[in-house]
């Protein structure tokens, strides 16, 4: 059973920024890829960013330029550092991780966190 916990969400004006959180614990061997997704209100889940086990990085062409997605393989943490927000960046944001499971040593992916909202308006 792995759990995953976001944080750092908020309301920020148009052009302002905010840095995401994500910690993941539990029955957890090794990362491999860690990901964020959004979900803006009455859509459906879209995929935001990727960091593979060697760092390795990729962007929705929506935030590419503006969002930096890093890793803390130490903690068990990913990050979502989000610079020049739009009003269209408005979501619950969530993480998610593809990892090898510490009892069975199989790959396994995580459920979803709750998610944190990120609101931004002027």
């Known amino acids: 059973q792995v759990q995953l916990v976001e944080s750092g969400g908020g309301l920020v004006q148009p052009g302002g920024s905010l840095r995401l959180s994500c910690a993941a614990s539990?029955?957890?061997?090794?990362?491999?890829?860690m990901s964020w997704y959004r979900q803006a209100p009455g859509k459906g889940r879209d995929w935001v960013a990727l960091?593979?086990?060697?760092?390795?990085?990729n962007y929705a062409d929506s935030v590419r330029g503006r969002f930096t997605i890093s890793r803390d393989n130490t903690k068990k943490m990913v990050y979502l550092q989000m610079n020049s927000l739009k009003p269209e960046d408005t979501a619950v944001y969530y993480c998610?991780?593809?990892?090898?499971?510490?009892?069975?040593?199989?790959?396994?992916?995580?459920?979803w966190g709750q998610g944190t909202q990120v609101i931004v308006s002027s």
């Open positions: 998610f991780i593809q990892y090898v499971d510490s009892r069975s040593r199989r790959v396994s992916v995580s459920d």
């Open positions: 539990g029955s957890i061997f090794s990362i491999n890829n």
């Open positions: 960091i593979t086990s060697a760092g390795t990085t």
